[in-house]
């Protein structure tokens, strides 16, 4: 599989932009998927966590080991940030209201930016704290232009550009796709990584979840596996050749959407996720 950066120059804009807000805000929410922690850890946050009191909310945790996400929090203590574990399409919101109202300045409302990589929950957060039909309530003199404020009870979310980390190793983003984030952009040849990502749960022992929605042993090489799900699927073309393909996106897409179960990817002590493909 290729090595090369993805780094698209909407990310680069919208990291200036971040930049330019930073010194307009009072706290930082950064979302995670739970799953993964380090691995979809904004690349802004180092710019803002020394000046800036940061949240980081670890969303999808219904997807993530409650054990491993139990010791990414402790980690996340260690490190200085306080953290939530949740489900966010579920609510759970009352703890970070909570908390965002404690910092609340007593002369304005409290001015919050949320990041993090595409696809990690970051609107649905949004969403959740101040309504789904929340509007926009526009630019607030004096802070930066191209941020959408979102009015909350007490706060000012500012929706900011997704920012996806510009490794210099493209194995990290293939990871990110595969967990859902920026899949059309990221992915490219889908049987080649359908492959890569059987292999790869093959040997973080992570596949009994797809043998227990299946029934499909890890036996063989990815490409038979994945031949076998195929079969599985039902997913034939003319002459009962399997397609491969349409077996992978679905596999993939069953992943990226949790139908395996829970599964954590990477625990707090870890060598980076990516050297491991």
């Known amino acids: ?8 120059g909407h990310m680069a804009k919208g990291r200036r932009r ?16 739970a799953r993964a922690p380090r691995l979809t850890s904004s690349p802004i946050l180092p ?3 020394s000046r800036i009191k940061t949240v980081v909310v670890l969303s999808k ?29 579920s609510g759970g919101m009352q703890r970070i209201s909570k908390s965002l109202l404690a910092e609340k300045p007593s002369f304005r409302d409290l001015r919050v930016a949320v990041v993090g990589i595409p696809n990690v929950g970051k609107s649905t957060l949004i969403n959740q704290l101040v309504g789904r039909r ?21 706060f000012l979310l500012a929706d900011s550009p997704g920012i996806l980390d510009p490794h210099g190793d493209a194995r990290a983003h293939r990871l990110m796709s595969w967990i859902g984030s920026s899949r059309g952009q990221v992915i490219g040849d889908i ?8 292999a790869f749960l093959i040997s973080k022992n ?31 073309k003319s002459g009962g050749v399997v397609d491969a393909e349409g077996a992978g996106r ?25 050297e491991e493909l």
Do not use: Q
């Open 18 to 33: 971040l930049e330019d807000l930073a010194a307009n805000i009072d706290l930082l929410i950064e979302v995670r998927d």
């Open 1 to 8: 599989m290729p090595r090369t950066v993805w780094y698209p």
């Open 250 to 274: 679905v596999f993939l897409d069953s992943f990226a959407s949790g139908k395996f179960g829970r599964m954590s990817l990477e625990a707090p002590g870890d060598a980076p996720l990516w």
């Open 191 to 198: 049987e080649e990584h359908a492959k890569e990502c059987i």
């Open 61 to 89: 945790a219904d997807l993530a080991e409650e054990r491993v996400t139990k010791l990414w929090r402790e980690e996340l203590k260690r490190e200085g940030f306080a953290s939530f574990a949740l489900d966010l399409r």
């Open 134 to 154: 929340a509007a926009p309530v526009g630019g607030i003199p004096g802070i930066t232009k191209g941020v959408s404020w979102f009015s909350g009870s007490g």
């Open 47 to 49: 710019l803002f966590a």
């Open 206 to 236: 992570l596949w009994r979840g797809v043998e227990g929605a299946w029934s499909v042993k890890a036996c063989g090489t990815p490409f038979e596996i994945l031949e076998n799900i195929g079969r599985r699927l039902g997913k034939l």
